[in-house]
């Protein structure tokens, strides 16, 4: 059962415009979810988080969202660069388990 | 700066062999994490770790894997008489505290042949 779903395997964005990557997940319990970015042959690195007493977190040109009534969550990215083309993975933990749950990860790529 | 060290990077074994994949995690982190992520999907969790106690290993197949982060050293997960499906890119993750995001390693490419 995946409990955290990255509907869109991948994602095409001009430099300079933004781009969303969009998660839902099924499980009520969480309450805390991240976005990690990974390159090809590194590890995932952390990008940002948001609590579930939130509905927003802004760093920088990256912003999360998260509507809890629709178990939806969104990264977006504004203005995009070329750097960051990567896999982005949503990931969520909560309940009686501290590990993170991952979504499949969405494929960026920004066009310069 | 001293991140989240796996090795090897790459470990090629023909089946039936054991693989031995090595973390050492960040400075002053005792929490460590294991995932898998098989070609075309995402990180599974495997194992969740502190410094002599495994913690949730809800993850882990029941036979044939351990995991195990003794008081000194890096934490190990073992794969006995390895199969192709054991195939899979291994990453290791720490933190210091348990709502801390988690820092991952570069992982540990598994090939079976």
Partial sequence: DQQVKQNSPSLSVQEGRISILNCDYTNSMFDYFLWYKKYPAEGPTFLISISSIKDKNEDGRFTVFLNKSAKHLSLHIVPSQPGDSAVYFCAAKGGATNKLIFGTGTLLAVQP | NAGVMQN??????????????????????????????????????????????????????????????????????????????????????????????????????????
């Fill in chain 2, 8 to 113: 090897p990077r790459h470990l090629v074994r023909r089946r039936g062999q054991e693989a031995r994949l090595r973390c050492s995690p960040m400075k002053g982190h005792s929490h460590v994490y294991w995932y898998r992520q098989l070609p075309e999907e995402g990180l599974k969790f495997m194992v969740y770790l502190q410094k002599e106690n495994i913690i949730d290993e809800s993850g882990m197949p029941k036979e044939r894997f351990s995991a195990e982060f003794p008081k000194e050293g890096p934490s190990i997960l073992r794969i006995q008489q390895v199969v192709r499906g054991d195939s899979a890119a291994y990453f290791c993750a720490s933190t210091g505290t348990e709502g801390s995001p988690l820092h991952f390693g570069n992982g540990t490419r598994l090939t079976v042949t």
